[in-house]
């Protein structure tokens, strides 16, 4: 067996843990869990470090379990929460679920002899009764254990709800059917989990019966991880960075980790890296040496990406990366889809022209500012002038002020991109 914890200790993944799992560990092939939140149709990065504890375990010869909270997600877990949210209906929980046993598949094994599985917790809640639930279940814990977990101290200030105070003893319950049925003895999450997954142990305990005859089940959390900062971690300026490449691009997820402080690089190697530590402090080392190379951003962005996407997806994350920084060439800007291209220049100005015009145009400098209403160059002269020094590229190539507009050849049919000088890009696009 592979220490499992000092794995979790030295990449900086392991915050609390309740006394002997180490050990346990050591001495025991096991299975253990993660419970995941069913209520938006993806995963996000945000949710990588449980994942990353999954795939520590199995890979130091556990079982892993992914539990998708189909039930629990119609109530709401009060944790890390300052208002109760909306519950969502069991079809839109049910497509959520499926999207995030796709994204787990990237991560897991789920063959062999420690092949991990998915659960989802509406399959042994939805038969239960309200009655018989309180009967054998709430009577083994008492309302002053529950109110003094921090997630319910926090929210007693703006009002909690019954449904979502219950919401650790449903938690705790999990823990008891996945112990009796599954054999399951560890449950991880993030540090704001610890009060409902100290809940499930202590609820194992209480329903076995006596002290004696206890059985060993163990809690396990990572911290919750922030930027240099202080800031959130796994937000960019469009939000979450989703798993799902509808919600956010292969490209746009490659940027995030390119594009990773300085200050935070290491600590995301560690967390989210599979390479093994000798490979991880090469790599620390190389990066100290010269930070503006990026070597831990690249080779995060590089092995996340291929991961969650695909090899094919990162290779073109690369190739897009490069057109935009100036090293791209023309054969490979006109082989990228029309949303990449999109994706690259999304903040890039745009102009947007009736196709005729262009092509009807007198010559290039009319289409570059007459055309365009001087909002890629002031005046025709400008353009003739820039053009005639070599200073403008249109679809990565250069070109002269004699080219004729009606042999401009467009991107996916529609686009012409347009470089004023060494940095500024615009995109012309036809209507």
Known sequence: MNNFVEELRWRGLLQDQTPGTEEFLLNHATV?????????????????????????FQ???HKPIALVGGATGMVGDPSGKSEERNLLDEETLRRNQEGIRQQLGRFLDFEGDQA???????????????????????????????????????????????????YQLLQGYDFQWLYKNKGCRLQMGGSDQWGNITTGTELIRRMSGSEEEAPEVFALTAPLLTKADGQKFGKSERGNVWLDPE?????????????????????????FSLKSRDEIEALEAEHAEAPHRRTLQRALAEEMTARVHSEADL????????????????????????????????????VEVEREAVVNAADLPEVLSVVTQQQIFKSKGEARRM????????????????????????????????????????????N
């Open 315 to 350: 290779q073109q994350a690369v190739q897009a990366s490069e057109i935009l920084f100036g090293k791209g060439t023309t054969e490979v800007l006109k082989t990228i889809s029309e949303k990449l291209l999109l994706d690259v220049f999304e903040g890039v100005p745009q």
């Open 387 to 430: 053009l005639t020094a070599n200073g403008v590229s249109i679809n990565k190539e250069k070109v002269s002020a004699d080219v004729p507009p009606a042999q401009l050849e467009w991107l996916q049919g529609r686009y012409l991109l347009v470089q004023k000088g060494k940095k500024d890009y615009f995109l012309i696009r036809a």
């Open 247 to 271: 919600m956010t691009s292969p490209y746009q997820f490659y940027q995030f980790w390119l594009n990773a402080a300085d200050a935070d690089a290491p600590r995301l190697m560690r967390v």
């Open 32 to 56: 253990g869990y993660v419970g995941f939140d069913p209520t938006a149709v993806s995963l996000h990065i945000g949710n990588l470090v449980p994942i990353m504890l999954l795939k520590h």
């Open 116 to 166: 991990a599985e998915i659960v989802n917790n509406y399959d042994w809640f939805k038969e239960f009764g309200f009655l018989e639930f309180l009967r054998d279940v709430g009577k083994h814990l008492t309302v002053n254990y529950m109110m003094a977990k921090d997630s319910v101290k926090k929210r007693l200030e703006t009002g909690i709800s019954f449904t979502e105070f219950s």
């Open 59 to 61: 890979r130091a010869g």
